[in-house]
């Protein structure tokens, strides 16, 4: 049984206007595959996932998690009550 | 790793997206692959009938279903960007994971494919009291037809649909 990996992948992809092809050309792999990430159907080689952290510059947990991520908001400027 | 001009040939031709309306949702894909299974059962039977059958009258409609059979096989080929058709050194490390689903699931299919077969021709044999031989060549080649399909059929159902963007959604803003 695999574990289901979150990522916040398409919310960094967006925030840096990179496109789905774009980030599948820079780590080899098909464009779809990406879109496979984003929806949590495919869970990403140690390798794939190294290689898109670098692609970004973040640390690889910045983007995979085995936990849910906070909305980006949240994390910054923390919830109001 | 090295590609050869043939592999890149067959990567572009397998992620042309001209004919990617044809397949573009789970619906149109579902309907081309019932077409694929009647349109090669069409065909098998009418090939099975003229070689084994009295006259050469159903070589006509083996002929007329090449055609529509050929395009369809390149729409479900499409639809799965080549997952069967390309060289492993053309897929990524997801594809090569969904072709190994697909094959395995196609081989499960295909083995109760198989057993339904056995049972079918046997039945066929005492029911109608004909013997076994005359029902072997015919679910053979059947089953045989089915065995190579399947994957494709397989793979063409599991295919997800497009995600809303494609290669252009930044391309402006950048």
């Known amino acids: ?9 398409a919310v960094v992809r967006a925030e840096r206007k990179v496109s789905r092809q774009a980030l599948a050309e820079a780590v080899g792999v098909h464009y ?13 080689s140690l390798d794939l996932a ?5 692609f970004f510059g973040l640390p690889v947990e910045a983007l995979f998690s085995l936990e849910p991520f906070q909305p980006l908001t949240d994390e910054v400027y923390g919830r109001k009550q | 790793m090295t590609t050869t001009r043939y592999d ?9 997206r001209r004919a990617a309306a044809v397949h573009a949702t789970t619906t149109r894909r579902r309907l081309a692959v019932t077409a694929h299974v009647a349109l090669t059962a069409v065909g098998v039977g009418a090939w099975i009938g003229t070689v084994f059958g009295p006259g050469w009258g159903l070589a006509l409609v083996v002929a007329g279903a090449l055609l ?15 997952l069967l058709e390309l060289r492993g050194r053309m897929l990524d490390e997801r594809q090569l994971v969904e072709r190994d689903r697909v094959r395995a699931l196609a081989h499960r299919i295909t083995l109760w494919l198989l057993v339904a077969a ?25 089953v045989l037809a089915a065995h190579w ?26």
Do not use: C
Request: proline content about 5%.
């Open chain 1, 1 to 9: 049984m695999s574990e289901q990996v979150h990522n916040r992948l």
């Open chain 1, 32 to 44: 779809q595959t990406i879109g496979y990430i984003e929806r949590g159907q495919y869970n990403p």
């Open chain 1, 50 to 54: 190294l290689k898109v952290a670098r």
């Open chain 2, 8 to 16: 890149r040939h067959m990567y572009a031709l397998m992620n042309d």
């Open chain 2, 68 to 82: 529509p059979w050929v395009l369809l096989t390149g729409v479900l080929n499409g639809s799965t960007r080549g």
């Open chain 2, 118 to 142: 056995v049972i079918g021709a046997g039945a066929y044999s005492a029911l109608a009291d004909a013997p076994l031989r005359a029902a072997v060549t015919p679910v053979l080649v059947g």
């Open chain 2, 149 to 174: 399909m399947m994957p494709l059929w397989v793979a063409a159902l599991r295919v997800q649909d497009e995600l809303g963007d494609t290669e252009d959604e930044f391309a402006e803003a950048s």
